[in-house]
């Protein structure tokens, strides 16, 4: 039986990315997408997330619209890293006719959560508004998640301030809520593990070379990412972060996971940090989440290619075995 999953998202590039990984595994049912404020405002995101869909023949999957505000009621500061429109300039390639539903994504997730209960995980690729809207809407709500992947939250260093990763730093009251509230299985994958996975310039070369409608789309949107990493660092990869909450979904081994008690610093100069006290060491030995301390490279890389481009299964191994 298929795996049931929905995914709070703010495509953005690497959104997009674990989104087409998601579609692409044969194990996986998405059933919905929500938006959120991040990569772009709210109405950026949600056009971004049904124009994935389009590209990948799926408008039968809903998309939900959800909060453009965080908890404090401001409009985050959006990332500018994946362009103007956040998919790297290239949101224009795709046209559909598809439309959010009317239901609003808090909505949808209290209304879906308790028709669905113990039945899906829930990944958050995006500021965690959304779910902390959620979990104040409905205090039963945290019942019914299976399962909580987020990709947020960093050790050692940020991206949005030197200790805050993005997504918890524009929201990091609903981060905080989200991690306190008590799931019954949460995994933060942050910064420290997503770093890593970068998309490799001759990987991504290799998806050029490959020559489909969804290889040349992957390498137009992370181009800018390129350009923005050599500026930046005088690095030649584009950041995938996301992809690797449904890469460990697929594959649980791709990562190695603590128990943890994670709590996110809600305002100062630290507002947006993840405090991360493995094997709740400062709380009694009592754990909140798991925290993803290390993954392994090469086989993130073969899972995501090979899963999404099947056709190059063999290209795909050999190289990798022969160069990473
Ligand atoms: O810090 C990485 C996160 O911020 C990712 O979710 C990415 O999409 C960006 O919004
Ligand atoms: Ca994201």
Redesign the pocket.
């Known amino acids: 039986m298929k795996r049931k999953i929905i995914i709070d998202c703010?495509p953005?590039v690497?959104?997009a990315l674990a989104i087409l990984l998601a579609l692409n595994h044969p194990e996986i049912e998405v059933e919905a997408l929500c938006s959120v404020t991040?990569?772009g405002l709210i109405e950026h995101t949600t056009a971004n997330a049904l124009k994935i869909l389009k590209l990948c023949g799926r408008e039968d999957i809903p998309v939900y619209r959800g909060c453009n505000e965080s908890l404090s009621q401001e409009v985050p500061e959006t990332?500018d890293a994946f362009g103007d429109d956040g998919l790297g300039g290239y949101a224009h390639l795709v046209e559909t006719t598809q439309q959010p539903e009317q239901e609003h994504a808090v909505d949808f997730l209290v209304r879906y959560a308790r028709e669905h209960s113990g039945e899906f995980t829930l990944f958050i690729?995006?500021p965690c508004t959304n779910i902390a809207q959620a979990l104040r809407k409905d205090p039963e709500f945290v019942h019914h998640v299976k399962e909580v992947l987020i990709?947020g939250g960093t050790k050692g260093f940020g991206?949005a301030s030197p200790v805050a990763?993005?997504?918890f730093w524009a929201d990091a009251q609903a981060a905080q809520e989200v991690l306190a509230a008590g799931f019954k299985k949460v995994t933060m994958i942050g910064?420290n593990v997503t770093h890593p996975i970068a998309l490799e310039a001759d990987i991504r070369e290799m998806l050029r070379i490959f020559a489909t409608d969804l290889s040349t789309f992957i390498y137009k949107i992370t181009q800018v990412g390129v350009d923005e990493a050599w500026q930046s660092a005088g690095r030649l990869v584009a950041p995938m972060?996301?992809v690797l909450t449904v890469a460990y979904f697929i594959d649980p081994t791709l990562l190695e996971v603590i128990p943890a008690h994670i709590d996110v610093v809600t305002e100062g100069i630290a507002e947006g940090e993840s405090v991360v006290d493995l094997y709740g060491k400062y709380h009694q030995g009592q754990c909140n989440a798991h925290y993803a301390a290390t993954v392994d490279v090469a086989r993130f890389n073969e899972l995501f290619l090979t899963t999404v481009f099947p056709e190059f299964k063999d290209e795909i191994i050999q190289y990798i075995k022969e160069n990473k």
């Open positions: 703010d953005g690497d959104d991040g990569n990332v690729i995006g990709m991206n990763e993005y997504n910064l972060h996301d």
